[in-house]
C-alpha cells in the first residue's frame, strides 16, 4: 500500500458540499492501493451547523489528523477556515509526512490558500503534491474586470497565489477538464511537468441506502397528491441566475402547462445558517411566483436530509451556469435518487451525458450568455415533454450499467491511476 495524505480543512461532520468528494476518495482509495490519511481542522472550528449523520458513513478505521485554528472573532476579519488554521495545517503535515512515510500529498481546493501548503511542504519534505480543482481558482466573477473593485483585487491575488502553488505540482486534477483549462493557459511548463487528469464528482449508492437505515424523515414540506414537486437542492452560482430568470419568465407566461408543477429550492440562501436569507424568493416574486409555483428554504440542510428531500420530491431540477466548465455534483444524487430529472444546462457541461446516457430525464441545454433566450423559449417545450416522460418513468429504466462509470468507485480508480502514473514518473526519472 501507498500512502496518500489528504489535506482538506472540512471533513465530516461538516455539512459543506465540498468534503463529499475526499470523503468518496478516502473510502474507495484501499480498494486500488492507496492507503488515505486525512489532514482537516476540528469541527469546533467549523462556521456550519456539523453534521454527525455524516460522520456514520465514514469508513471504519479511517486515520484522520485534526488540528487547531485561529478562532474567527467578533467582527470575523478572517473567514476562511484554510487560513485560519495555515499554520497548524503545515506543522502537522509535515509530521504525518515524515513520520507515516506518505508517498503523495493532494489538496483539493477551495480553501484556495491550502494549495499553497503543497509548495511549501514540497520544499520542506520534497513530498510530491497535487491540486484538485473543486472550483476554479483565478475565477471572472461579474464586476472583476472593472479596475480597483473588489472583484477585480480578488483576481489578482488569486492570479499571484496561484502561480505559486502550482509551480513545482506533480499533478492537477479537477471535477472536469474544465476547471483547470486556465491553469495550462497560464502556465504552460505544467504540460511537461504534471500529469493532468478530469474526474467528476461521482455518486455513492451506499449514501441512499443510509437514508432509509437511519429512517430520516421529510420535513420541509410536505407530499400533494395534485402537485408535482420538483426539487432543486444546493448553492447558487452567481452565473446561474441568468439562465434561472428565463425560467421564471417562461413559468410566468405558460400558466396551463406550469399549472400543476411546484419548484422547491433547498439550501440556496445568501448565508448557510440563514433561514431567512432568502436568494431565490425576490425573483420568484418579480415574476408572481412566490408560494405558487416557486419555493425557497434558504439555510443549507444536512446531506442525508437533502437525500430524503430528494427521495420524497416527484423529480429532480438541475440547473447549471453560464460557464461552461460547471458540472453540478446534484446530478449524480439526482440519478442514483432514482427520481426523473429536469435540467437546464450549458451544452458543454458533462453532465448532460450522464443524464441523458442513463436515460435519467429530460436536458435542455444552452450555449451560455449569448443564448438564453433560447431557455425561455425551449422551457416550456421541455416541461411539455417532461410532464410526458415522468408519467411514463420507471426507476428501472436508468440505466445504472453505463452509471457505473459514474460511481465514486470508478471515479477513484481514476485517480489511483493518475497516482500510480505520478508515482511511476518520479520513479523513473530517479533511475
Known amino acids: 500500500m501507498k500512502k496518500i495524505l489528504i489535506l482538506y480543512p472540512h471533513f465530516p461532520p461538516s455539512n459543506l458540499a465540498g468534503v463529499h468528494r475526499p470523503r ?36 471504519k478505521g479511517i486515520q484522520i489528523e485534526k488540528v487547531n485554528a485561529f478562532p474567527i472573532g467578533r467582527y470575523r476579519l478572517i473567514g476562511d477556515i484554510g487560513l485560519r488554521a495555515f499554520f497548524q495545517l503545515y506543522q502537522r503535515a509535515k509530521q504525518i509526512i515524515r513520520s507515516e512515510k506518505i508517498d503523495f500529498l493532494y489538496i483539493p481546493i477551495p480553501s484556495f490558500y491550502c494549495a499553497l501548503l503543497g509548495r511549501w511542504l514540497n520544499a520542506t519534505t520534497k513530498i510530491k503534491y497535487g491540486i484538485d480543482y473543486i472550483d476554479p481558482w483565478v475565477h471572472n466573477f461579474p464586476g472583476s474586470e472593472k479596475v480597483f473593485s473588489r472583484h477585480w483585487f480578488s483576481k489578482k491575488i488569486a492570479r499571484f497565489l496561484e502561480a505559486i502553488a502550482v509551480k513545482n505540482a506533480s499533478l492537477i486534477t479537477g471535477v472536469a477538464a474544465g476547471y483547470y483549462k486556465g491553469v495550462t493557459d497560464r502556465y504552460p511548463h505544467l504540460l ?37 414537486q420538483l426539487v432543486y437542492a444546493g448553492a447558487m452560482l452567481p452565473k446561474a441566475y441568468a439562465p434561472l430568470e428565463q425560467i421564471f419568465k417562461a413559468i410566468h407566461q405558460n400558466h396551463t402547462i406550469f399549472a400543476d408543477v411546484e419548484f422547491h429550492f433547498i439550501g440556496t440562501g445568501k448565508k448557510a445558517t440563514d433561514p431567512a436569507s432568502y436568494n431565490i424568493k425576490p425573483l420568484a416574486e418579480q415574476y408572481h411566483l412566490w408560494q405558487t409555483a416557486v419555493f425557497e428554504y434558504p439555510q443549507r440542510i444536512a446531506y442525508l436530509d437533502v437525500l430524503v428531500h430528494l427521495n420524497n420530491s416527484d423529480g429532480i431540477f438541475i440547473l ?38 442513463s436515460c435519467a430525464g429530460i436536458v435542455l441545454d444552452f450555449d451560455g450568455e449569448t443564448d438564453l433566450a433560447s431557455i425561455e423559449n425551449g422551457f416550456a417545450l421541455a416541461m411539455d415533454s417532461y410532464l410526458k416522460f415522468i408519467h411514463q418513468f420507471d ?18 480508480m481514476q485517480l489511483a491511476k493518475l497516482l500510480n502514473e505520478v508515482t511511476a514518473n518520479e520513479q523513473g526519472r530517479r533511475n
Open 24 to 59: 468518496l476518495f478516502a473510502q474507495h482509495l484501499p480498494s486500488f492501493g492507496w492507503e488515505p490519511v486525512i489532514l482537516t481542522v476540528n469541527e469546533k472550528f467549523y462556521e456550519e451547523m456539523p453534521d454527525w449523520n455524516l460522520v456514520k458513513l465514514l469508513p
Open 192 to 228: 511537461g511537468q504534471a500529469v493532468f487528469g478530469a474526474m467528476p464528482y461521482g455518486g455513492e449508492e451506499k449514501d441512499h441506502r443510509a437514508v432509509a437505515e437511519l429512517a430520516i424523515k421529510p420535513y420541509l414540506f410536505k407530499k400533494k397528491p395534485d402537485k408535482i
Open 320 to 357: 447549471g451556469s453560464t460557464e461552461p466548465h460547471y458540472t453540478p455534483s446534484k446530478a449524480y444524487q439526482g440519478v442514483l435518487s432514482g427520481k426523473p430529472i429536469l435540467a437546464v444546462l450549458h451544452n458543454k457541461s458533462t453532465a448532460i451525458n450522464v443524464l441523458r446516457k
Open 395 to 412: 426507476p428501472l429504466q436508468i440505466n445504472k450499467i453505463l452509471f457505473e462509470t459514474y460511481s465514486a468507485n470508478s471515479v477513484t
